[in-house]
C-alpha cells in the first residue's frame, strides 16, 4: 500500500491569529498544511479563544509575544479583521520581521498584508492582497499585482479565500525548495 506523499514532514509553521480573523482562512490552511505533513501551532495575541468573522473560534497554541520565530520554518497571516489588531501589536510586527530577515517564507492572504505594511516589509517588493487594500499596499511602495497568488522571493500573498488553494501551494513549494532545518 502507498503511503500518502507528505512533502512538509518535519516543517513547522506558525500561524497568527487574532479576533474577526476570516474563518477559511484559517481553517483551510490548517486543514491542508497539517495532511501535507506540517506542523502547524496556532499564536494568538494572548492564551483565550479567539473568534473568527464568520463564526468560528480557535483555541490557539500560545501566544505570539512567547513564541520563537527560530523554532519555525515559516508563518502565515490570514485575513479579514485580524491584521488590524496583529499589526499594532510590537511582538507581532518583531515575530514578522525575524522571517524577514532570514529570507523565510512569510505568507499573507487577504488582508494579512497589512501586518506587512506595519512592519515595513513591502517596500519594493510585489504582491498582491484584497482589494480594499490595494491603495495601501502601493502606498508601503509594493508594487501590486491582480493576481491569485504573488511570490516575490521569501513573500507569499493571496487576495481572497478563492485564492486558498494556490496560496497552499505556494507555501508547500517555498518550504520544499527551502533548507531543511
Not at 45 to 56: E, T
Not at 77 to 90: F, H, N, V, Y
Not at 103 to 115: E, K, L, M, R
Amino acid at each position: 500500500m502507498n503511503q500518502p506523499e507528505t512533502p512538509l514532514a518535519g516543517r513547522r509553521i506558525a500561524l497568527l491569529v487574532a479576533p474577526m480573523y476570516r474563518d477559511e482562512e484559517v481553517f483551510e490552511p490548517l486543514t491542508v498544511l497539517r495532511a501535507r505533513g506540517a506542523s502547524v501551532t496556532v499564536l494568538g495575541l494572548d492564551g483565550a479563544a479567539v473568534p473568527g468573522k464568520l463564526g468560528g473560534t480557535i483555541e490557539p497554541d500560545g501566544r505570539i509575544v512567547d513564541a520563537r520565530p527560530d523554532d519555525f520554518d515559516a508563518v502565515i497571516i490570514p485575513g479579514g479583521q485580524a491584521p488590524e489588531r496583529l499589526r499594532l501589536d510590537a511582538a507581532t510586527l518583531a515575530f514578522v520581521r525575524e522571517f524577514a530577515r532570514r529570507g523565510a517564507p512569510i505568507a499573507a492572504i487577504c488582508h494579512g498584508p497589512q501586518v506587512l505594511i506595519s512592519a515595513d516589509l513591502l517596500r519594493g517588493r510585489r504582491a498582491t492582497c484584497y482589494e480594499g487594500i490595494r491603495d495601501d499596499v502601493k502606498l508601503a511602495g509594493a508594487r501590486y499585482e491582480d493576481a491569485p497568488v504573488v511570490i516575490d522571493g521569501n513573500l507569499i500573498t493571496s487576495r481572497t479565500p478563492d485564492d486558498l488553494p494556490p496560496f497552499h501551494d505556494a507555501i508547500t513549494a517555498a518550504l520544499a525548495a527551502s533548507p531543511r532545518p
